[in-house]
């Protein structure tokens, strides 16, 4: 058997590759890849992004991806290591913000008790940058003062507790992970007597695919399902959804086609 060289000093770099447009990634992030050796890369992050590094580097999708084999968590963790120690560096790209619902931290404890150092680089998450990019404000002076991002899926399936403190205050709630459990959270929304609490469900952000849905609590599943929305998607809900802008939403579309025809 082949003896493998060990390196002294591994480094793992968590970059954020941000909401899904290739180019919403920061140029940190561009240069981590471009230099990397291994690249460990989850199910929501475009696959236009692996360009940047160079042709030699190994690159592994770790992430879930419909009818193709998914790492567990433990796998990924122990991958990192592996190819940290034999390659020396190995960066983990991860949809939007690593350390928004990313699982970033525990990836990061988990090379730290084999020795290896880890540097983060951070994206747009899409829970701040996807309303932004239809012109949402999160916050709106006047209108509210806070913004909270809950998962509509725990580690045990089931909505955060979260969610139920957020929906009774005046903060903006934005849901990850929670297409499936729209209903829930509509009739929670009615039971309280906020019926009307406008809703935008936006699908793909960032993406040529992208979809929105936009109602109250009373309209939004079959808004939802006429426009045929799936997964992956964020649901934003609050007064501040009748604030978007749907002219910059436009503007946003041609700047982004733009800059593509320039490259
Ligand atoms: C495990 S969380 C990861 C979030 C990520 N770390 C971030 O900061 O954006 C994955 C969830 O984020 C949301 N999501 C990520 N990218 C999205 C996109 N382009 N459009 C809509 N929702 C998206 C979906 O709710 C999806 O189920």
Redesign the pocket.
């Known amino acids: 058997m082949q003896a493998i060289n060990l390196f002294q000093n591994p480094l793992l770099t968590l970059v954020?590759a941000g909401?899904?447009d290739p180019e919403l990634i920061t140029l940190k992030g561009v240069k981590a890849l471009s230099s990397a050796k291994v690249v460990l890369y989850d199910a929501?992050v475009h696959t236009d992004l692996l360009e940047h590094a160079p042709e030699n580097c190994v690159k592994i999708l770790v992430g879930k991806r419909s009818g193709k084999h998914s790492f567990k968590q433990s796998e990924i963790n122990e991958l990192i290591v592996k190819y940290a120690y034999e390659f020396g560096s190995v960066v983990r790209l991860?949809?939007?913000?690593?350390?928004?619902?990313?699982?970033?931290s525990e990836e990061i404890e988990y090379a730290e008790k084999f020795g290896i150092a880890s540097i983060v680089i951070p994206?747009?998450?899409?829970?701040t940058?996807?309303p932004g990019l239809q012109g949402m404000p999160l916050t709106k002076r006047g209108v509210n003062e806070s913004f909270w991002v809950v998962?509509?899926?725990t580690e045990k399936g089931g909505i955060s507790p979260d969610f139920y403190l957020a929906a009774q205050s005046s903060a903006t709630v934005v849901?990850?992970?929670?297409?499936n459990k729209l209903h829930v959270i509509t009739e929670f929304y009615k039971s309280i007597g906020k019926d009307k609490m406008p809703i935008a469900v936006?699908?793909?952000?960032?993406?040529k695919s992208?979809k929105t849905a936009i109602g109250s609590m009373n309209n939004i599943e079959s808004l939802s399902k006429e426009k045929n929305i799936g997964?992956?998607?964020?649901l934003v809900i609050g007064e501040v959804v009748k604030e978007r802008t749907a002219t910059l939403s436009i503007a946003n579309n041609i700047i982004q086609q733009s800059f593509k025809t320039l490259i």
């Open positions: 954020g909401p899904g929501l991860k949809g939007g913000d690593p350390f928004v619902f990313g699982r970033g994206g747009l998450s899409c829970s940058s996807l998962t509509g899926t849901v990850l992970m929670g297409r936006i699908h793909n952000g960032s993406l992208e997964t992956p998607s964020i």
